[in-house]
């Protein structure tokens, strides 16, 4: 089993200075041993994010930031089980907020 970053992670500690060996450093600590990796789609959502920067230099800091998370984590493509399997947890995920927010018995 292992731990793929959604990019809300990584934008949040781009956001707060933090570069990606620092972000990957904090997330090791507590990942202990676990494999941790990027999904293509992440790194796609990450791409635009740089090429939609409003300055040339927050858009070098953003490639600068994609380019150490490549050199230090896999990039796992999506096939189409891994798209279906994320399409149910998705649904599974919104299920259990609507739950909690109404009632802890559903």
């Known amino acids: 089993m292992g731990l793929i970053l959604d990019s809300s992670v990584l934008i949040a500690a781009e956001r707060q200075g933090q ?53 230090a984590l896999p990039i796992h493509p999506v096939t189409v089980p891994v798209a279906l399997r994320v399409g149910q947890i998705s649904t599974a995920r919104t299920r259990l907020k609507a739950c909690a927010s109404h009632s802890l018995i559903c």
Do not use: C, P, Y
Request: hydrophobic letters at 45%; aromatic letters at 2%.
């Open 19 to 71: 570069n990606a060996r620092q972000m990957l450093s904090a997330i090791a600590r507590r990942a202990g041993e676990t494999e941790i990796a990027l999904s293509v789609v992440t790194l796609i959502e990450l791409a635009h994010g740089a090429a939609r920067a409003d300055t040339a230099q927050r858009k070098a800091k953003r490639q600068q930031f994609i380019q150490e998370l490549l050199t």
